[in-house]
């Protein structure tokens, strides 16, 4: 992500750091957003951090897509990525949470709203195949050798182009956008102090 910065948001200022440790002071941000990057964080850590650099009104969106793996017009998209999946498996370690079992009381944060989201994206076989190209699961493949850059991207060429007859297709992801803030500590009635 880093390195598109420039060109996606050349305005704006990036920082380093991991979840469990945020490099920023405490009340800084009136909203704070994480999309899939908690799959990997120890959350009590995780979210503890969110709820310091929130301000005391600020919202924290916690929100994430399932993999592009389904179509409404066709079965083949999902046969494909399971065939995908079984080439390129995720890498251990994943752990998306589960937003009702979220540790939310000792971090200090509420839920306040969770809502499914489903997204329809038409997509082109080009936009497709940049897509699955840059999913973790083939960086993974790639950094341990299994494949190169080159054999992933071959293999998914060919296997795709039978998915994808009419050039377009369109895409279904599913997720989840949950909201939270930080939680009062003079209402007990939340559950979160008492």
Known sequence: ????????????RFAVGTAEALPFASGSFDLVAAAGSLDYADLPSALAEVARVLTPDGTFLLYDYS???????????ATWFTS???????????????????PLAGAGLRLLDRVDVEVSVPMTFDGYLRYVLGEVNVASAIARGADSAEEAGDWCRRTLAEVFPAGELTVVFRGYLAT????????????VWG
């Not at 993999?67 to 998209?77: H, I, N, V």
């Open 67 to 77: 993999k592009g793996r389904c179509s409404p017009a066709a079965d083949a998209l």
């Open 180 to 191: 939270l803030a930080r939680a009062d500590p003079c209402d007990v009635s939340e559950g």
């Open 1 to 12: 992500m880093l390195a598109h910065r420039r060109s996606v948001a050349p305005s704006a």
């Open 84 to 102: 995908f999946e079984q080439r390129f498996p995720s890498p251990a370690g994943r752990r998306p949470p589960a937003v009702p079992g979220l």
